[in-house]
């Protein structure tokens, strides 16, 4: 496991645009970033591996496009063009034994971030 810490939330008013960060302790395999909204299940938002193939959810396909430093064990999430129901608490996740393929199930990823809130007005 590593340690994840995330960055780069705020709020914006919908059209607008945020960049998260997220930085690792350590080398990792896979990176996603999910979100959960009030009162809904978490669900993933995008997932990229060490070869930088990426997988999106429908949602987001088009505006939201993620990136991986293998060197600095980081990665970013741009989003462009949110609407109100982007918004939700985001979490950094990653995988550190494995990366064979990208998955957004959250069972597949060993380390997590505390989160950062992302609040899209309309």
């Known amino acids: 496991q590593v340690h994840l810490v995330e960055s780069g939330g705020g709020s914006v008013q919908a059209g607008g645009s945020l960049r998260l960060s997220c930085a690792a302790s350590?080398?990792?395999?896979?990176m996603a970033w999910f979100r959960q909204a009030p009162g809904k299940e978490r669900e993933g938002v995008a997932g990229?591996?060490?070869?930088?193939?990426?997988t999106y959810a429908d949602s987001v396909k088009g505006r939201f496009t993620i990136s991986k430093d293998n060197v600095k064990n980081t990665q970013n999430l741009q989003m462009n063009s949110l609407k109100p129901e982007d918004t939700g608490l985001y979490y950094c996740?990653?995988?550190?034994?494995?990366?064979?393929?990208?998955?957004?199930?959250?069972?597949?990823?060993?380390?997590w971030g505390q989160g950062t809130q992302v609040i899209v007005s309309s």
């Open positions: 350590g080398s990792t395999r896979l």
């Open positions: 990229i591996d060490s070869v930088h193939r990426t």
């Open positions: 996740a990653a995988q550190t034994r494995w990366g064979y393929i990208v998955t957004l199930r959250d069972v597949d990823y060993n380390s």
